[in-house]
Each structure stands twice: as C-alpha cells, then as structure tokens.
C-alpha cells in the first residue's frame, strides 16, 4: 500500500492525515514535509502500546529537547487531573505556544492531549498518532477533545483541530480482537452515514476486515476517514450537520457513563449497541423501512461481540441510564436529542423524545 494523504480544510486550520506503513521511522521526514518545526516536544503515550513502536518514535524523532509522558487510557483516567499532570510538564520546562505535544495512543489520550493543548496557553501545537483502529477511522480526525467527569462523558472539552494526523497501520497487528471490534463499529458507523454501496462492502468483506486484511482494511480505514473529512469540513464546530456522526453515541455514552467506564464495555462495543438501539427505535417509530432495518440487525449479528447489552444491564439500571441521557450535550431542552435513520445516507440529527418516552422503550429493550 502507498501513503496515502487526507487534506482536512476547516475555518481554524488546515492539516493532512498520513495514512500508511512504516510511518513512525518516518516521523521526522513527515514533520519536515508537512513544515512542522519546534524546539521543544513533550510525547505523551498511552503505556499499553508495544515498547518497540515507542522507542522507534524517541529514536527517529529529531528536535533538541524532548519530555516524556506515559499514561495508562481509560475513561477514569480521562479527567482534569491528568489535564494538571501534562500541563504541569509543559510548565515547568518552558513550553511556549510554538511547540509540539504529540499523542502516541489511542482515542482517550488523543482526546486528553489535544484538550491539553489547546488550553495551553490558549493554544499550542498538536500532532497525533493514532495507536487504535477507533482512533484512526475517526477520533484523530475533527478536533473534538475533552474529558470525563461525574456527570458524564467528555462534557468538558473544546473543538481544537490537530496539525497533523499520522496513522500507521503497522501498529494495528499488535491489538488484541476486542479493540478491532471497538475500531469496527466507527468503521460500520460510517457506512450507514455514507451510502448503501460502503455497507454492502464492509458486509461482504466483515471477516477480513477484522483479520486486518490488506487491500480491505485499508480500503476501509481510507472512506471512513473520507466520510469524516466531509462532515467536519461541512460543520467543524457541530452545529447541525455534524451531528450525524453520533450515530448511536447518545445511547452508548450513557451505558457507558451507568458501569462508570469499566472494562466489561469498552467505547466501540457501546457504539454498536447504540447504533442497534437508535436502528430498532427508528423502525419502531416509522421512520426506517422493515428491510434496511433488518439488513443493519443482520450485520451487528455478525459481529461476534463479548458483552451482551441483557447481560449488561437490567431494569434496575434504567434511572441511571435516563439520568445520563439527560446530561448528554447533545441535549438543548427538557427533551432528549436522539440520532435516527431514514435510510443509508440519511439520518436524522434532531428527532426530540420527551425523557418518559424513551424511558419506556429502554425499559422495554432491557430484562
């Protein structure tokens, strides 16, 4: 596979995502290429990826000081301390706003490191590394940051686009299959936002794109990439259109927020139930045809995920869900914003529930 390069153009700032192989060993060739200069870069980690691929990153990065940051990603670490903890680097070694933090992980410490830098000193320079397929085929891409805290999930943050995105795709044989699977379900995502064509694709081919078979992972990480592109480019602040690419997000981010970030589900596993969720209440409610909704139900069958939402939660778990959903920033009245289909490419971003409503069908959806 070539390198391939992904122009993002947004009203703040402009900037390529790389996608390809070997890019890490490329690193300073990729910055200069792209006209990245800085004196100073502090590289902040998530401690679970392959030492070989962190050493490789130290060694082939070429500028006069550089700090070191290594932080275990998880939703309960994604929060203001971890925020002190990078800023606290930056301050104490001098940073100024003309030099770089670098995020070397997956999308929870992309999310922490891009909020890191841009409420550094109002703004400083960011580049990403995706380590996860999730953060490759979307949280790398459109400059939402943030982090978590006791009312819910990333409700504090800032839209802050990076200036440069680089994916290597080696580093994505080393995750174990539940992070493909959680890669995956932002990769299907896309596919119902897009066009009918990109689902058939991902629904005949699911198998190999999930053993990370070239040429279709690849393929596969390119239109979703694409896909994301168009939207942050049409709406980079989320006003409305954007909105499409939280397809199944409000539900996944209360189930996730009710086990409060536990590893028994993990952001792309709540996703696909989500999006399962936001397909059987559009079909429910009319809106979605009785064979597309059983094509979708179909390709979720497929995919062969650990967590069961009937194992996860039962009727007792319900007020805490609701409670959630109300909290989501989605959310800009008494009602609850929910993300439904039409149809493959067409998807409704405002369809307004009252909170009793929902509760019912939750209620129902659970044992």
């Known amino acids: 596979m070539n390198t391939n390069k992904i122009s993002i153009k947004t009203s703040t700032k402009n900037y390529s995502i790389i996608i390809g192989r070997d890019l890490i060993g490329k690193i300073d060739k990729i910055l200069k290429a792209n006209s990245l200069k800085f004196d100073k870069c502090l590289i902040v980690t998530d401690k679970n990826i392959p030492n070989k691929f962190k050493r490789l990153l130290y060694k082939k990065l070429k500028t006069n000081k550089i700090f070191k940051i290594e932080i275990t990603a998880s939703e309960k670490n994604k929060n203001y301390r971890t925020i002190e903890k990078i800023h606290t680097v930056l301050f104490e070694n001098r940073f100024n706003r003309e030099d770089c933090v670098i995020s070397f992980g997956g999308g929870i410490i992309g999310d922490i490191v891009g909020f890191a830098s841009s409420t550094f000193k109002r703004g400083m320079k960011f580049v990403n590394i995706p380590s996860t397929l999730l953060s490759q085929v979307d949280s790398s891409i459109g400059g939402k940051t943030g982090v978590n805290n006791k009312f819910g999930k990333n409700l504090i943050g800032s839209f802050y686009q990076p200036d440069l995105v680089i994916s290597d795709m080696n580093i994505l044989a080393s995750l174990p299959e539940r992070e493909i699977i959680c890669g995956y379900a932002e990769i299907f ?16 081919n699911l198998k190999k794109i999930l053993k990370l078979k070239s040429p279709f992972i690849e393929r596969s990480i390119i239109k979703s990439c694409n896909l994301k592109k168009k939207v942050v480019e049409k709406d980079e602040n989320e006003k409305n259109y954007r909105k499409v690419l939280n397809l199944g997000h409000t539900f996944a981010h209360s189930y996730e927020s009710t086990l409060g970030f536990s590893k028994k589900l993990n952001h792309g596993e709540a996703v696909i139930l989500g999006i399962k969720n936001a397909v059987e209440f559009s079909f429910k409610r009319r809106i979605l045809s009785k064979q597309k909704f059983n094509i979708i139900l179909d390709h979720i069958n497929k995919i062969e995920m ?6 996860l939660f039962k009727k007792k778990h319900v007020s805490k869900i609701m409670n959630y959903m109300r909290s989501d920033k989605k959310n800009n009245s008494n009602n609850i914003n929910l993300i439904l289909i039409k149809d493959f490419g067409k998807i409704i971003v405002d369809f307004q529930i009252s909170p009793s409503n929902l509760k019912k069908y939750i209620s129902s959806s659970l044992k």
């Open 189 to 204: 995502k896309s596919s119902i936002i897009d066009n009918f064509n990109n689902f058939l694709y991902l629904d005949k």
């Open 306 to 311: 650990k967590p069961k939402i009937e194992k």
